[in-house]
């Protein structure tokens, strides 16, 4: 199935610094959502956007819907060594019962103490 | 945020038996939830859409017969690995949406290893 382009793939950076990724479509979408996954564990969910154009924050990390509705970037501030682990993007194209979410592949996030 | 759950956490069995993988929604109800399969260091692959009341919907190369989903409640959906294989050795997580809108809640995963 269809994927989102999801960069950048791996990111290893030190304490304190800003991060930033992104997620790119062909298509349009209706929800952004970003989602943070450890080892062994299920994504936890850290930002839902509804509106094109829609700018969220959630503590240090702020994720805007991209304006052509194909687009979204997360960035994490100041970050700190449990922000470590896999950040994937996802898109939904409709509510009502069609929840189906299309992910992108993630983006790996490193912080060196 | 909303709470799913899934039991058992960690499963191994030998070839040829079935696995049943539970998913709960603990403080909301869903008429729908989703499975998904995750290969290390891989994205979420998305299995099938369970229906509460009816047949689940499975995505195109997914086996009905041998990933039997079955959501008899609207809190519980159960994946069931039937004749497992090694290659059946994969992470299995279920999602269900919350809320009305397109946030789904994932629940913490399944490690089947099949030996």
């Known amino acids: 199935g269809q994927q989102l382009n999801q960069s950048p793939q791996s990111m290893f950076i030190q304490e304190g610094e800003d991060v930033s990724m992104n997620c790119t479509s062909s298509?349009?979408?209706?929800?952004w959502l970003w989602y943070k996954q450890d080892p062994g564990e299920g994504p936890v969910l850290l930002i839902a956007?509804?509106?094109?154009?829609e700018l969220t924050s959630n503590g240090r990390l702020t994720a805007q819907f991209g304006i052509t509705r194909k687009d979204s970037f997360l960035n994490i501030s100041a970050s700190i060594p449990s922000d470590v682990g896999i950040y994937f993007c996802a898109g939904a194209r409709s509510g009502g019962s069609n929840y189906k979410l299309t992910f992108g592949k993630g983006t790996l996030l490193t912080v060196n103490p | 945020g909303a709470v799913v759950s899934q039991h058992p956490s960690r499963v191994i069995c030998k070839s040829g038996t079935s696995v049943k993988i539970e998913c709960r929604s603990l403080?909301?109800?869903?008429?729908?939830m989703f499975w998904y399969r995750q290969f290390p260091k891989k994205s979420l692959m998305l299995m099938a859409t369970?229906?509460?009341?009816?047949?689940?919907?499975?995505e195109q190369g997914v086996e009905k017969d041998k990933f039997l989903i079955n959501h008899a409640s609207l809190t519980l959906s159960t994946l069931t690995v039937t004749s497992a294989h090694p290659e059946d050795s994969s992470f299995y997580i279920c999602?269900?949406?919350?809320?009305?809108?397109?946030?789904?809640?994932f629940g913490p995963g399944t490690r089947l290893t099949v030996t």
């Open positions: 999602s269900a949406p919350s809320g009305g809108r397109n946030e789904q809640y």
């Open positions: 403080d909301f109800q869903a008429t729908t």
């Open positions: 369970s229906n509460e009341g009816s047949k689940a919907t499975y």
């Open positions: 956007l509804y509106k094109a154009g």
């Open positions: 298509s349009i979408f209706n929800t």
